[in-house]
């Protein structure tokens, strides 16, 4: 029974909630290319398609620690004892980029061998900018520069761990290192290994429900973007004057999925994946505890910010931890909405 030490928890291409689908492409369209992994819609049903044909995705995830070389052989066996297709593994910021500019794939190349060995699938999650609202996997040269790279300042002016979604020299830096890394998916994966990518990891913030910054507290005393307004049917203004009290949630919803878009949209232009975003959930029956979780991810409540700031995100997946069936039929029933 050691063996599942190395896995995290099972998952099925139902749990990936089609929540944020507004990059797929209808089945009558001609194909371009029918060996790239991609989403297809057929009406209001959405399904992944790998090597041009329907894929069921039945997968496990690895424990976060198992994102290296040495300790990949003990993944498989329980994969293949859970009968899995896929396998969603972590490659951190850190571990690719150790130093700035020196790129290092090494583990990369072993994960996507070893997989093609065993006859399965793989899900990349990329750990930068956010991991479970924290800054844990962003090499150290990022981790230490605070100047360069800003933490989100709380209300009394003291720092809070996660990264500022307003630092245009963290998104630059994570979004290199993911277009590097899609460059070499493209280069050495040619089989399509790799299915599907997650573009950071539970975004969001813990202890503050949003950047106090100077920078950030000019635009949210600003308008609200012409975008948001018009795809929400709100009338113009700030953010306190459109969103009342859920105001510092959805203006961190906003700036968060605004900055893991572009980063997509650049390992998009690279590789065009399926990509997908997973959010720290909230309570699902205390509406008033929306904003709970990691604030600003692609919780239920903030779906269609996220849709409109998101548009190179095809999934939104509710990342379930509960084990009370009322309680994972009570997010299943929050995330269960027709999509356009």
Not at 10 to 23: D, K, M, Q
Not at 69 to 86: D, E, F, M, Q
Not at 123 to 130: A, D, E, K, P, S
Not at 218 to 246: H, I, N, Y
Request: net charge neutral.
């Amino acid at each position: 029974m050691t063996q599942y030490r190395y896995v995290k928890k099972i998952f099925t291409g139902a749990a990936l909630l089609a929540t944020l689908v507004s990059n797929s492409v209808d089945a009558e369209e001609p194909r371009v290319d029918s060996s790239l992994p991609r989403l297809i819609k057929n009406g209001d049903r959405h399904a992944l398609e790998v090597g041009g044909r329907p894929f069921l995705m039945l997968g496990a995830q690895v424990q976060n620690s198992s994102n290296y070389i040495s300790v990949l052989p003990k993944v498989w066996p329980t994969i293949r004892a859970l009968h899995a297709n896929t396998v969603e593994v972590p490659v951190a910021w850190e571990q690719v980029e150790p130093k700035e500019g020196e790129f290092d794939f090494s583990f990369v190349d072993a994960l996507l061998s070893q997989a093609r060995a065993n006859g399965v699938k793989v899900v990349l999650l990329w750990f930068g900018t956010w991991k479970n609202a924290a800054p844990t996997y962003a090499p150290e040269w990022v981790k230490i520069d605070t100047r360069r790279f800003p933490r989100m300042t709380k209300q009394d002016g003291t720092a809070e761990q996660s990264f500022s979604p307003h630092g245009r020299e963290t998104l630059a830096a994570d979004k290199r290192a993911f277009v590097r890394l899609m460059e070499h998916l493209r280069t050495t994966d040619r089989q399509h290994t790799v299915v599907m990518i997650q573009p950071e990891n539970e975004v969001g913030s813990l202890g503050t429900p949003r950047d106090f910054s100077s920078t950030a507290q000019r635009l949210f005393d600003g308008p609200v973007p012409l975008k948001l307004t018009q795809a929400l049917r709100k009338p113009a203004g700030t953010w306190k004057d459109v969103f009342g009290e859920a105001a510092d949630q959805f203006f961190n919803a906003w700036y968060i999925a605004s900055y893991v878009d572009e980063i997509a949209a650049a390992g998009k232009s690279v590789l065009n994946l399926p990509m997908y975003c997973n959010a720290a959930l909230t309570d699902p029956f205390e509406p008033s505890k929306a904003g709970g979780g990691a604030i600003g991810g692609p919780n239920w409540n903030v779906i269609d910010i996220w849709k409109t700031a998101a548009r190179h995100i095809d999934l939104g997946g509710a990342d379930i931890y509960n084990r009370p069936q009322q309680d994972v039929a009570g997010i299943l029933d929050l995330y269960l909405r027709p999509e356009k």
